[in-house]
């Protein structure tokens, strides 16, 4: 059975990935909007990797014989300057998923329990790829300066990501 703090904050962090994934939405609507559908793809399957999350948090509550609050998700922006400032925006989000994911990892340690630590561990993991995956493409898009033949074999190269849930595995 989980302790109220370690509930508390995983049904927190159940909300925040719903709204990771709500963000990441929203950021695809607007790269199709600027025409770049290869960048709203990768958005898009970053929303179902957020949403496999949030049900990863989920499913481990009631495991636990805990019980999910849902609450209200947040509003996202939906307006960008560039697909630079698109990017940079989701490398904050990611660094800030990571501080929530190391807090949480925090909170299991101070209520001694070891499975939901051991649960977090994916996580932890799951950010470092997270936040290295967005930088590189961020790291190209600056060097592209966000436009150009650059932006456009970037855009191609994005369109080929498919979803794979690795919480599955």
Known sequence: MLKETVE???NAQINAEM?????????SAWLQ????????????IQYQEELTHAMKFFDYV???????LLEPIAAVDQEFDSIIDAFEKTLAHEQKVTELINGLVDVAVAASDH?????LQWFVDEQVEEEATVNGILDDLRLIDGQGNGLFMLNRE???RTFVD???V
Not at 19 to 27: D, G
Not at 62 to 68: C, S, W
């Open 62 to 68: 009631h495991e636990r014989n805990g019980r999910v």
């Open 158 to 160: 994005l369109a080929t």
């Open 115 to 119: 499975a939901t630590q051991s649960f």
């Open 166 to 168: 690795s919480t599955a």
């Open 33 to 44: 909007d600027k025409g770049l559908p290869g960048f709203a793809n990768w958005m898009k």
């Open 19 to 27: 709204h990771s994934a709500y963000l990441y939405l929203s950021m």
């Open 8 to 10: 508390k904050a995983l």
